[in-house]
């Protein structure tokens, strides 16, 4: 994960509490319900300064975010004492296998510095990356979606996607034939 956010943690917090001010408030819903309903026991990955944690306790999950700046980590404890919050990189995640239910990551996989299956000069689309990623790690793509923002009619939408949710599942592990 990228560790530039520890230099701007501070406007990062600032930004990121100031509702309505980001696309987080008019996408988080639509995130939400790719969910499996609670309870459930998560991990948030990249949990900057905690939002989606708070919005996932207030939601009935039982979450531990994990972020790689220790300020952020730090605004996040602070806004939510009694919650779970621990400093840690993506790529080597702290926790015993099986530890979580469900892993979500919200605004965060943009960061990662070095996406295992694919690369940002060419060699394939940062889609292509993503779920090669996935793949790699023996997962699948159960839903995807592509969220309109609010109040934006779908036939004069980008003809990019501007916000991309998808929800994965863990394969079983298969023996050949």
Known sequence: MSRGFEDRAADWIRFARAEGHDAYWAYRDAFFELLPPPPARALEVGCGEGRVTRDLRGRGYEVTGLDVAPTLVEAARDADPSGTYVVGDAAALPFDDASFD???SYNSLIDVDDMPAGRRDGGGSPLESY???LEGAGLAIEAL???PLPGVDRHRRMRMPLFLLW?????ETRRPD
Not at 167 to 171: D, H, M, S
Request: aromatic share 0%; charged share 35%.
């Open 131 to 133: 779920a090669r990623a």
């Open 145 to 147: 979606r592509e969220p």
């Open 102 to 104: 469900l892993v979500v």
């Open 167 to 171: 929800r994965t599942v863990k394969l």
